[in-house]
């Protein structure tokens, strides 16, 4: 098929895939249209947007992920019919359009509702939105209150294994993005007299069987269970094994869905302890007992079963016992205890199992409610799935069947208003022309049980309410006279009062007439199931259970509660519910999927045509095709019809100023659209086809993607031009600083370079100028000279002579230049000119410093302390500095050219120095004396030769000293030699020793401070020279002689020897002390000292 891009499905379709296209229209053409469908897995067929679905009890390969992405955002007639088509539109019109949705799905029991409702349908949704991680965790936990509330709600039936015995309408929410956010599930009637009875081949719900099959063993030793269904009365009717079902594996699934939903372990616990107490109660047997008064009693047949319910609850077993087998009455203010008897304890106990069962459901479901339901405030859309029991016919029917099927009709109801009456009624109203379709109107039906007066569920409530014996057989005949004339009503009494005799039709029955078949209802259990009482006994009693869970299910156990008002009949509240669900769901755009059972085998591929034909017309399907064949299969109002589309019609963009009627004529004229595809009511405009709105709004999907095309293009102009100017100023701006910084570097080094040159050019000029001026003085002082030698005058006189001769000499213009050249550069000269001058003349301050310097330097001699005086004060302390450095280096100098022997001279006069400096008068006259040691010349004379010889030891002094004589102070010469050991006296004349004073034996020495010679040797008392004494002698060089006895007394000692410098002193004349004392007077011989002795203790010495 060149130039087509998608094959249409109609292409390969089985059958018709929309019977609205059906040809011929007939009852037989549908079910073979659809027997062949099919036959061929095709279970899905349309009437229009309402999709038929066909139970094939097998699992197709029709609800992958793939399938899901190819029904995604694609307009249903596009692709096969499916229930994911369904979906996706319904999504849609709820996410583009902002209308909140239902999905009403119908069918008879088995026929797939829940199945296409909670899980396909759902499933899609879910698969579709959003996959952030909240949502993810809200779409998990909405998509896994399925399990849960299967486990609890749902059980085997004859029709169906998994059949739900409870309504169930969940509103999903979701935010203006069409992001899930939450939901709301309502329950409605649960059948909780499953919970004690089932027929035979049906099951109680599945979570009894989940829990005896997969609760592991620790859980079901802590419930006091045991995993056999056979134990437990309420299980074993039946065989519990129903096909292909896993309970052990159900049950973990539950387990996990209720751990997702947000359970706590805790309440996990107590829910499953609660199931446990209902499976027991079933277990308690009672005996008849005969009471003293005759009155009939019961009791306990054995105490095991209560004990374990008593202790998974914590409560009194007396309590317990007491509410089974009795009843408190409570009249006025008195108080009676009646005796229960078996059937009536039997009644009580499964009333009790019932009501528990039925109260923990409820709790289940708004358990779950707690935790999807929507936190934030914002604004929701809404999407409903309705999924509730199907319309259900059995052998036996009783209260709970027709509460069904009242639903089931209700629902119908809402179909034909919606799909057949209210839109016939719409054609009309808007002025359409059109040939009224004949349907069936189940009103009359739903009128027949509700109606507030006469409808079945009123005489009900009437004749629980009423005083007096009460039962069913009463109410049967109630309604035998109420109903008699009315047509869908029948029973044996009217039946025979017609004279129509019907075996089919017991006599404690009634019939009626629903849209999908006549029902046959038992009327045993209706008044009481209606009354649906519990005795308060037992409330009372499971209110004081110790157990959280159960005490919060039965609130009004509570004394101080205690209210004596009736409670709602089950019937009266069924019926509120469901206005209240009808009301719900009038307000949303229905979508519709009506499931049809194929075989009641629960076969895949048996197609039975007679129950499928049965449910063709109770669904009303052919009224269906007519309605839709000759209506419109979309309508609107102008304003919205216009808002939508006004973007496809360049009249009617962006502004249609005219009527919004005129503005749509335009939009479907200018866009070419046939003229039978559309009607104009007075208010909407009604479109034939789907598929011209789907090509309407394919349109406007391309329009929308090409102005959100210019939006960006605009945009992003306006945001890449804005940012541009932004780029663009900036970058002048930079520009504008770099261009300013560049051409300020340039300048300053154009600057810089100019000041050199100038610097350069001045300096050549002026040394051009000092070149000129020079020659010129050269010049003068030559003429100066020339004129003196030539003329012989002065040169002051000739010059006058001369510059009159010369008066252009190059000295003029030299100071021409000069004052021209500062003129001219002065400007630039401060800048730059006065640090080099500075620079130049410090240098040459510094030459010419330290040329004068060197030129004035003062003698070499270390003694010479003379140094020029500053010449500049910034050089002072240069100028000091020079001096101390100068001074150094002449001491230097000086040392270096002193000998080895006057050093050791040198070094003895130090020794001297420190001696007697500043003690002793004396020594400032020997300082320059040389130190000589030999005085006397040994070597010459022989006597000394001879003398020298005794003495091996090298002699440091030779000299002649006096002694002074110790008894009378006279002097006599002595030689005196210095060894290195010995200190030695001899006679002058014939030079032998008189004494030799070994060093080790002279204490101390002691001299005055005057000028004289006379020192005193002081000995130690133990020495070798013997008892004479201390010897007193006056030298001529005493400085020297003391100094270096003590220089080699001490080095030989190794001790210092003490020197004394006194006035007066004590000396030792053999044992005696004697005092020398100086006294100073004029000399008589010379500047020797004279000694006087004054007495044995005092010698006066007269020193100058
Ligand atoms: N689309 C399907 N594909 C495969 N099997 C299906 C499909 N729909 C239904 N079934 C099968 O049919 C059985 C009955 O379906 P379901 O429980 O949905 O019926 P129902 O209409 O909800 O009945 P009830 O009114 O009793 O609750 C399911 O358990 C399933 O095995
Ligand atoms: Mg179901």
């Not at 279970?43 to 390969?61: C, D, E, K, M, R």
């Not at 369904?86 to 583009?96: F, G, N, T």
């Not at 359970?263 to 209902?278: G, H, P, Q």
């Not at 001696?915 to 008068?921: E, H, P, S, T, V």
Request: one cysteine or more; charged letters at 25%; a positive charge.
């Amino acid at each position: 098929f060149p130039g087509m891009d998608r094959i249409s499905p109609l292409d390969d379709m089985i059958g018709v895939g929309d019977m609205v296209l059906l040809d011929p229209l007939s009852e037989d053409s549908l079910i073979s249209n659809l027997k062949e469908r099919f036959g061929h897995q095709e279970i899905y067929t349309y009437i229009g947007s309402v999709a038929i679905s066909i139970n094939p009890y097998t699992l197709l390969p029709i609800y992958t992920p793939e399938k899901v992405e190819e029904y995604r955002n694609c307009n249903f007639y596009e692709l096969k019919p499916h229930i994911y088509a369904i979906a996706d539109e319904a999504y849609r019109s709820l996410r583009d359009r902002d209308k909140d949705q239902c999905i009403l799905i119908t069918g008879e029991s088995g026929a797939g509702k829940t199945e296409e409702a909670s899980k396909l349908v759902m499933s899609y949704v879910a698969a579709v939105c959003g996959q952030r991680q909240e949502v993810s965790q809200v779409k998990e936990q909405l998509l896994q209150s399925n399990p849960v509330l299967e486990a609890f709600g749902n059980a085997k039936t004859v029709r169906n294994d998994n059949s739900s015995r409870f309504g169930k309408y969940m509103d999903i929410e979701f935010d203006f993005k069409g992001q899930p956010l939450g939901g709301v599930i309502s329950n409605y009637l649960l059948e909780k007299s499953r919970v004690v009875r089932h027929v035979q081949g049906e099951r109680n719900f599945h979570i009894f069987y989940q829990l005896l099959a997969g609760g592991p063993a620790k859980l079901l030793n802590r419930l006091k269970l045991e995993r056999n269904c056979d134990r437990y009365s309420y299980l074993s009717a039946v065989s519990e094994n129903a096909n292909g079902i896993d309970d052990a594996a159900e049950f973990e699934t539950v387990q996990n869905a209720m751990q997702i939903i947000g359970f706590t372990n805790s309440e996990v616990t107590s829910v499953l302890e609660t199931v446990a107490v209902v499976l027991k109660l079933g277990n308690i047997q009672l005996v008849a007992e005969s009471k003293a008064n005759g009155m009939d009693a019961c009791s306990m047949a054995h105490t095991a079963v209560l004990g374990e319910i008593c202790e998974l609850v914590g409560l009194d077993e007396t309590i317990l016992e007491n509410a089974l087998c009795c009843r408190t009455m409570e009249m006025k203010r008195e108080k009676m205890t009646m005796s229960l008897n078996v059937a009536q304890a039997y009644y009580a106990r499964d009333a009790l199992a019932k009501n528990l069962y039925n109260r923990l459901f409820n709790w289940l479901v708004n358990r779950i409610n707690e935790s999807i339901k929507v936190k934030s405030n914002e604004r929701k859309k809404v999407m409903g799935v309705l999924d509730i029991y199907g319309f259900e016919i059995f052998e036996d029917n009783s209260f709970e069947q027709f509460i069904i099927n009242y639903c089931n009709e209700k629902l119908q109801q809402v179909f034909i208003e919606l799909t057949l009456k209210e839109e016939q009624e719409e054609y009309v109203r808007e002025g359409l022309e059109w040939t009224p379709v004949k349907y069936f109107d189940n009103t009359i039906i739903c009128d027949l049980i509700e109606n507030s007066k006469k409808g079945i569920l009123a005489m009900l409530d009437e004749e629980c309410l009423r005083p007096g014996q009460v039962t069913d057989s009463t109410f049967l005949q109630k309604l035998n006279q109420v109903c008699k004339n009315h047509k869908h009503f029948e029973s044996q009494v009217i039946q025979n009062a017609k004279h129509i005799s019907d075996a089919t039709l017991p006599r404690h029955c009634f019939r009626l007439q629903h849209y999908a078949g006549k029902v046959t209802y038992n009327i045993d259990g209706f008044v009481d199931k209606n009354n649906d009482l519990l005795y308060r006994d037992l409330s009372q009693a499971m209110w004081k259970a110790n157990h959280k869970l159960l005490k919060s299910l039965f609130p009004e156990g509570d004394p101080k509660k205690l209210s004596l008002k009736r409670p709602p009949t089950a019937g009266s509240q069924f019926k509120t519910s469901v206005v209240i669900l009808m009301k719900n769901l009038h307000t949303k755009n229905p979508n519709y999927i009506r499931c049809i059972k194929p075989n009641d085998k629960k076969a895949p591929s048996l197609f039975m045509e007679p129950l499928v034909r049965t449910q063709v017309r109770y669904l009303g399907l052919m009224e269906n095709i007519r309605v839709r064949r000759a209506g419109y299969a979309f309508r609107q109002a102008y304003e919205p019809c216009l808002d939508r589309y006004k973007m496809l019609c360049k009249q009617t963009w962006p502004h249609w100023k005219g009527k919004a009627r005129d503005g749509v004529q335009m939009l479907l004229t200018t866009l070419g659209i046939p003229k039978e595809e559309y009607a104009y009511g007075w208010t909407k405009i009604f479109i034939r086809n789907p598929k011209m709105l789907f090509d309407l709004e394919d349109k406007r999907r391309r329009r929308v993607y090409e102005l959100a095309t210019v939006i960006q293009k605009t945009y992003r102009g306006w945001k890449c031009r804005t940012h541009y100017l932004l780029m663009r100023k900036s970058q002048i701006l930079i520009s504008a600083w770099f261009k300013r910084h560049a051409q300020q570097k340039k300048y300053q080094q154009t600057k810089q370079a100019t000041i050199t040159m100038q610097a350069y050019v001045r300096g050549w000029k002026l040394r051009i100028a000092c070149r000129e001026l020079t020659y010129s003085c050269h010049l003068h002082t030559c003429m100066h000279t020339h004129v003196y030698c030539t003329y012989g005058c002065t040169s002051r006189q000739a010059w006058k002579r001369v510059h009159a001769h010369t008066h252009k000499l190059p000295l003029t213009s030299w100071v021409c230049v000069c004052v021209q050249v500062r003129k001219e550069y002065r400007k630039y000269f401060r800048s730059n000119a006065s640090k080099r001058i500075y620079s130049f003349v410090y240098k040459r301050l510094l030459h010419k410093y330290f040329m004068d310097l060197k030129n004035n330097l003062p003698s070499m001699s270390p003694m010479d302390r003379k140094w020029p005086s500053v010449p500049y004060m910034f050089l002072a302390p240069t100028h000091q500095e020079l001096k101390r450095i100068f001074h150094l280096w002449k001491c230097k100098k000086y040392r270096e050219q002193i000998t080895a022997q006057r050093k050791a001279m040198f070094e003895e006069k130090l020794y001297a120095s420190e001696l007697f400096k500043d003690k002793k008068a004396l020594y400032p006259i020997s300082v320059p004396q040389l130190f000589q040691g030999e005085y006397l010349t040994m070597q010459k004379s022989t006597k000394y030769q001879k003398l020298s010889s005794t003495i091996e030891e090298k002699i440091i002094v030779a000299d002649t000293v006096l002694k002074i004589n110790r008894t009378n102070g006279k002097s006599s010469p002595r030689i005196c030699l210095l060894t290195k050991s010995y200190f030695v006296l001899a006679d002058v004349k014939s030079a032998q020793i008189k004494t030799a004073i070994n060093l080790h034996d002279i204490s101390s020495v002691s001299v005055s401070h005057y000028s004289d010679g006379l020192f005193a040797l002081h000995l130690n008392e133990r020495s070798s020279v013997g008892t004479k004494g201390d010897y007193l002698l006056i030298s001529d060089h005493l400085i020297e002689v003391i100094t270096k006895l003590h220089r080699t007394a001490t080095e030989t000692t190794k001790q210092k020897m003490n020197l004394h410098i006194l006035d007066e002193f004590k000396v030792k004349f053999k044992r005696d002390e004697v005092l020398i004392k100086f006294v100073e007077a004029v000399a008589k011989n010379g500047n020797g000292a004279v000694c006087k002795k004054k007495s044995s203790h005092m010698m006066e010495v007269m020193v100058q």
